[in-house]
């Protein structure tokens, strides 16, 4: 499918306005993400249509904790990436550089179908980043909110001030994945730069009506310094929102980052830690067996409001969108009950290749 993010420079190649990558690239070239490829009428998609594969998750596991806790969420991704961290959890699938990992051929209304069908609640665009197939995303997101099926993106918020309206416009809720607070660190382990980001979260915030939850995973000695989360912390405060919550997650050795230990459940607790004292009033841990870290409780009055062990959902004290003891607003969307889809993960086919 053609692009609808480029531009023909004067020497014949073509300019990507997508990502802050800016890749420019002739006529039989792939940019950085492998899926955009120049042709001699501009940029094309060459993933439209095609799936790596389809899941039903539990929508904690995005991770997104105050968007219709404990529903069930029908996940899938592509593949290709516009980053290049080195520590990617989804190496198999978002650094791969051949079409035969993808099996499914699904169309954006196959898709809501579908998640009507297994009855769940919202779309979850995930595993590599929707960004880099921003059409495909952008018209199945279209085509859910149609049938009334929420969407989630899950991104790093890597996209250029031209895409990103319409992009974040589809979507009823995102994860971002803040992966540090250091250009050093964007640079280094991500191929990519902290500034695009940190302009999207702002984005997201002040224009758009996307329900909105960050995460940083954790790497021992990369991104962890007191210091460090520190001051991302009093940023995210200052320019996002003491309510926007935030999910601490451990690292474990993976890709090009197999030298480095497991992060210790002190490293996301001290973080946690640090975040609320400086005022953030959802702070999560994951990856990690900590039910306190995994819970929710209200601001206010510090009611347990919705236990978590993992993705299972426990005690259940909201009225609606508030504290069932002392009435306080709680952002996020949330049922009158919990969903009861549990920790189940069950691979499903839409159609075959």
Known sequence: MKGRYWHKLEDGRFLCTVCPRACKIRPGQQGFCVVRE?????????????????CIDPIEKKPLNHFYPGTSVLSFGTVGCNL????????????????????DHATPEQ????????K?????????????????????????????VKTVAVTAGYITEEAREEFFSAFDAANVDLKAFTEDFYAKRCLARLAPVLDTLQFIRAHTGVWLELTTLLIPGENDSAEEIDAMTKWIADNLGTDVPLHFTAFHPDFRMKDIDRTPASSLQRSREIAMRNGLQFVYTGNVHDRQGGSTYCPSCKELLIERDWFEIGAYRMNGNTCGKCGAAI??????????????RVPVRIAQQ
């Open 38 to 54: 120049a042709q001699e009428d501009g940029i094309h998609l060459t993933t439209y249509g095609r799936s790596s594969g389809f």
């Open 84 to 103: 290049g961290c080195q520590f990617c959890q989804n190496w198999d699938i978002s650094k791969v550089r051949e079409e035969a990992r993808l099996l």
């Open 111 to 118: 898709i809501a179908e579908a998640a009507i069908g297994a």
């Open 120 to 148: 769940c609640r919202s779309v979850a665009f995930t595993y590599n980043d929707p960004v880099i197939f921003l059409e495909y995303a952008v018209d199945t997101a279209r085509a859910c909110r149609e049938r009334d």
């Open 331 to 344: 952002p996020g969307h949330f049922d009158a009950k919990p969903g009861s889809w549990g920790s189940r």
